[in-house]
């Protein structure tokens, strides 16, 4: 099963998009916040899914009367780390989550054949199912999933969800960068939505052979992990102009969690030892050049994938799985990704680096 460890790379390239930070459409998550605020006698007024300052007051509110460090200071971008945060602290209000009566979404356009739509539908279960409650996530928001193999199709469904976030531009010019023809498999995570594009190969609609169905695990399960992210960490901005460390943490971490997660799922006869040891051969970068590629602007292609990759697995035999959910729920309760980093992982990121020197082939 080793040989199937390079379709992570060829069939997987994630992007993480500029935001615009001024938008302030509806969210579900802060109409959850709202529902769930009233729901303990905070009054917030209508639920309106829009952020004021009285839901900010009374976010403060419940800080005084429940004391609490699961939450962090209330604003429009974190409304989903509140709305999953009440939900734990108390669990009644687990009920207005909006993934509480549908929590995978899924958008299979009609390009596809019957049996390709019917294939995506079992594996996406499937992979939501093991990343959500078997490895304990537990998303207070849907994962939603559009699959089609015409970028013009999908364009409206990925814009609907993300256009509040992103413009039209941004969105066609990364489906374009992203989805590549010539891949069977391949995806992009926008906030709120990921889309899974079939390449060449699958656009008669014959059905998914062995290796492309492989293909769909990893990639399904990489962009899932990413949407974990988005929502753990109260969809922080990726990367503003003129910003080069990416604010969800760096570059490469955003990679090596999904690597480790989607490995994990899609190739489970695959020992950690083992993966580590694929990847130590694959690697060639060292400890300088991984610390550069904590921008988004240097992160790219096969070495820095291979070096993030390797970096996780050592994250993972170190801290366990677990670790990358904490780091997560650090962030979007810290806001800063070097705290996050070191309460997650037992060590600084600058102790990481050196680690990481010392375990990289001669």
């Known amino acids: 099963m080793q040989k199937f ?19 302030a459409n509806f969210q579900p998550s802060i109409k959850c916040l709202q529902i769930q605020l009233n729901d303990l006698g905070i009054d917030v ?3 309106s899914g829009f952020w004021h300052r009285k839901l900010e007051n009374a976010a403060n509110q419940y800080l005084t009367n429940y004391p609490s460090k699961q939450l962090p200071y209330p604003s429009r971008l974190n409304a989903i780390v509140w709305c999953r945060g009440l939900g734990q602290i108390h669990p009644k209000l687990r009920k207005f989550w909006p993934s509480h009566n549908n929590p995978l979404q899924l958008s299979l356009l009609n390009n596809l054949s019957k049996s390709q739509s019917k294939t995506i539908r079992k594996e996406a279960r499937r992979a939501f199912k093991f990343i959500n409650s078997e490895l304990g996530f537990d998303l207070a928001e849907p994962v939603k999933i559009v699959a089609s193999n015409s970028l013009q199709d999908m364009l409206p469904v990925v814009r609907a969800e993300a256009g509040s976030v992103y413009t039209d531009a941004q969105i066609q010019a990364d489906l374009k960068k992203h989805c590549h023809p010539s891949r069977s498999v391949s995806g992009a995570a926008f906030e709120h939505i990921i889309a899974i594009c079939l390449g060449k190969e699958l ?8 290796d492309q169905l492989i293909s769909l695990r990893h990639t399904l ?37 999904a690597m480790v997660i989607d490995n994990h ?8 030892d083992r993966n580590l040891a694929w990847y130590r051969m ?21 070495v820095h994938y291979y070096g993030a990759g390797l970096a996780g697995h050592l994250l993972f035999k170190r801290s366990g799985l677990d670790s990358f959910r904490t780091y997560g729920e650090a962030l979007g309760i810290e806001g800063n990704s070097l705290i ?13 680096y050196i680690y990481f020197g ?3 082939k001669p």
Not at 226 to 254: A, C, D, I, M
Not at 265 to 272: G, Q, R, T, V
Not at 340 to 349: E, P, Q, T, Y
């Open 5 to 23: 460890l390079p379709i992570l790379l060829i069939a997987v390239f994630a992007t993480f998009l500029p935001v615009n930070p001024s938008a």
């Open 45 to 47: 007024g209508v639920a």
């Open 203 to 210: 656009s008669s609609g014959r059905a998914f052979t062995k």
């Open 221 to 257: 399960a990489h962009e899932i992990s990413h949407e974990v992210l988005n929502q753990l960490s109260g969809y922080l901005h990726t990367q503003l102009p003129g910003e080069e460390f990416v604010k969800r943490g760096p570059r490469w971490l955003l990679e090596a969690m």
């Open 265 to 272: 799922y899609a190739i489970p006869s695959n020992s950690l």
């Open 282 to 302: 694959k690697n060639s970068i060292d400890s300088q050049e991984l610390k550069r590629s904590e921008s988004a602007n240097i992160f790219s292609g096969d």
């Open 340 to 352: 996050a980093f070191k309460r997650a992982f037992g060590l600084s990121l600058t102790d990481f």
């Open 358 to 360: 010392k375990q990289i």
